[in-house]
């Protein structure tokens, strides 16, 4: 069962009877945390608790401040299955559209992003989903995505949508352009491979062949991660009870905007 988080620098010693702390190395004076906020967007299953909060409530306002940030004409909002489903069903619930699956997955294909070349990454896209198309035939039908890093799989998902009766096909994602390399343990490809950093992201509709394409911006991110962790902060200091364990709100945005929480030294 859950029990609690361990804390940022916290040994924990787990035992039969209790669980108890051993240490928690203190964070120098006035250093925020520096939580990683892809796990947010995409790295977490929905139903981990993180700060507080669990992940699939994140993306579900992250859908909703997209929604707010990026509205558009459609008739159904969908997604492409499954880690933005949340983000989907808040976009959809915030406009007060229909959300409506259009892509099924084949639970027989591995994952795509991680095929060695663009030509295998895009085969395994056509092999990996099947199209519901009786549910957005003739109609305008937005996708919610949580991320676009490469650009390779989301041509052919709007392709397969296109030739299926969709007419028009709109492109929200549910994270900002990723623009830099994490030098965190995450696996990011390099900064000439991010979308965002190349020629055709200037004209990124055209490229992948959507009618629009808006990402969240990294503010509506942050406040929408942070929203939670806030009020909470502020219930606990209402309330006179213990400062929150949480310390300084803070997280890791570097993939973002270019900012590391650390000096990076070469």
Same mark, same amino acid.
């Given at each position: 069962?859950?029990? =609690?988080? /361990?804390?940022?620098?916290?040994?924990?010693?787990?035992?039969?009877?209790?669980?108890?702390?051993?240490?928690?190395?203190?964070?120098?004076?006035?250093?925020?945390?520096?939580?990683?906020?892809?796990?947010?967007?995409?790295?977490?299953?929905?139903?981990?608790?993180?700060?507080?909060?669990?992940?699939?409530?994140? =993306?579900?306002?992250?859908?909703?401040?997209?929604?707010?940030?990026?509205?558009?004409?459609?008739?159904? /909002?969908?997604?492409?299955?499954?880690?933005?489903?949340?983000?989907?069903?808040g976009y959809a619930?915030?406009?007060?559209?229909?959300?409506?699956?259009?892509?099924?997955?084949?639970?027989?294909?591995?994952?795509?992003?991680?095929?060695?070349?663009?030509?295998?990454?895009?085969?395994?896209?056509?092999?990996?989903?099947?199209?519901?198309?009786?549910?957005?035939?003739?109609?305008?039908?937005?996708?919610?995505?949580?991320?676009?890093?490469?650009?390779?799989?989301?041509?052919?998902?709007?392709?397969?949508?296109?030739?299926?009766?969709?007419?028009?096909?709109?492109? =929200?994602?549910?994270?900002?352009?990723?623009?830099?390399?994490?030098?965190?343990?995450?696996?990011?490809?390099?900064?000439?491979?991010?979308?965002?950093?190349?020629?055709?992201?200037?004209?990124?509709?055209?490229?992948?062949?959507?009618?629009?394409v808006v990402y969240?911006?990294?503010?509506?991110?942050?406040?929408? /991660?942070?929203?939670?962790?806030?009020?909470?902060?502020?219930?606990?200091?209402?309330? +006179?009870?213990? +400062?929150?364990?949480?310390? +300084?709100?803070?997280?890791?945005?570097?993939?973002?905007?270019?900012?590391?929480? /650390?000096?990076?030294?070469?």
């Open positions: 069962r859950y029990y =609690r988080e /361990v804390l940022p620098g916290e040994i924990v010693k787990i035992s039969r009877y209790d669980v108890q702390t051993l240490d928690i190395i203190p964070r120098p004076e006035g250093d925020p945390s520096a939580f990683c906020i892809f796990e947010y967007v995409y790295f977490a299953r929905p139903d981990s608790i993180f700060e507080g909060q669990m992940v699939y409530s994140v =993306r579900k306002r992250c859908g909703q401040q997209l929604a707010i940030e990026a509205p558009v004409e459609a008739d159904l /909002v969908s997604t492409v299955p499954e880690s933005a489903t949340p983000a989907a069903l619930q915030q406009c007060g559209l229909p959300y409506v699956e259009v892509l099924c997955k084949n639970r027989y294909v591995g994952r795509t992003f991680i095929q060695p070349n663009m030509r295998l990454r895009q085969l395994g896209v056509a092999k990996k989903f099947g199209v519901l198309s009786d549910n957005f035939k003739g109609k305008r039908v937005v996708i919610i995505d949580d991320s676009i890093v490469r650009g390779n799989t989301i041509s052919p998902i709007i392709k397969l949508l296109r030739e299926s009766g969709a007419r028009e096909v709109h492109i =929200r994602v549910a994270s900002p352009p990723i623009r830099f390399p994490c030098y965190m343990g995450i696996n990011i490809p390099t900064k000439e491979e991010l979308i965002a950093n190349r020629p055709e992201f200037h004209d990124l509709a055209n490229y992948i062949g959507a009618d629009s969240l911006s990294v503010e509506g991110l942050v406040s929408s /991660v942070q929203e939670s962790i806030k009020a909470r902060q502020e219930n606990e200091n209402k309330l +006179k009870t213990q +400062k929150s364990r949480a310390g +300084k709100i803070g997280h890791c945005i570097a993939c973002l905007t270019g900012e590391y929480p /650390v000096e990076l030294e070469w």
